[in-house]
Every structure is written in structure tokens, then in C-alpha cells.
């Protein structure tokens, strides 16, 4: 493998990765927190968690007053119930980390707050997949130099660049 095929290699790999690197934090409900809706309203928080995109290593921040927050299965959720919660907490600012894509289920453990629509459905989105490299061995070549041009004019590239000169030279 050629120096240039390397570097390009090394190009792709840190701007697909580099992004996936980042997590971001969720402060549940939004401004409103993690409460009881004001009217009978099972969607409340679905619809929420749908308005945002969950990838792995996100935290979900659940902020609220006398009450708690409990991970649950699909079963327990359904229920509104849970005997062996897979997480469990009320001090007032509970933080859940999503450690893998696929389905959470979170619940209130407060007596009938999930049954007025204090409970919600987090999907977490598969990590992207590395591209693939196409193997150019028939047909016309291009100079190591054009594949490179091409790689840094991709603008994950060069957020990744800029930010790299900026760590330096800060």
C-alpha cells in the first residue's frame, strides 16, 4: 500500500468516526423536565423522544420533583409496572447513559404516574458503518494526489481539520 492510499485511508477513517466520537446530552421533556402530564396524555414523552435522534453513548437527563425514573422492559412498560427495574432513581437529577442501539423504556415509579403518560420510548439508531473502499484495479488510475483532493474537499474533513490546527495552535 502506497503512503497516499495510507493517508487516505486514515482521511476516511477519522471523518466517519470522528462524529461518533461526541455525545450529546438529553434533558428529558425539555424545558418542562420529567412530569406528569397536565392531561391524560400516554404520547407525551414518545412524542419527544421521536422528535430527537438517540445514538449510543447520548445520556438522557431526567429532571423532576418528587418522583423517580425507572428503566423497564417492554413488558414492564406495557405494565406500568416494575418489581426489578434495570435502573432505578429519585434524587431529583438522574442521568441514564444509552450504552447500545435499540428500544429503552423508561417509566415513573411514583403509584400512577405512568398511567397519566409519565413514561416513554427511546429508540437508539445503529452506529454508521464505515464506507467502502472500492479496490481500483481496472480501468483508468488517478493520481494519489486527485483521490486526496477529493477526500479533503468532503466537509467532515474539514471540520475535523480545522478542529485539529485549532487544538495545536490554541
Partial sequence: MTYSKAFLYLIFFFSFHLFTVFST???????????????KDDQLYNEWASKNRFKVNDTLIFEYKKDSVLAVTQAEYEKCKSENPIFFSNNGKSIYKLDRPGLFYFISGVSG??????KMIVKVLEPASPPQVANHTTGP??????????VVASPSVVVFVVSLFGAIFI
Avoid: Y
Avoid at 26 to 38: L, M, N, S
Fill in 141 to 150: 488510475t488517478t493520481s494519489g494526489a486527485t483521490q486526496l483532493a477529493n
Fill in 113 to 118: 404516574h405512568c398511567d397519566r403518560g409519565q
Fill in 25 to 39: 446530552e438529553f434533558t428529558v421533556g425539555g424545558h418542562k423536565g420529567w412530569v406528569i402530564p397536565e392531561a
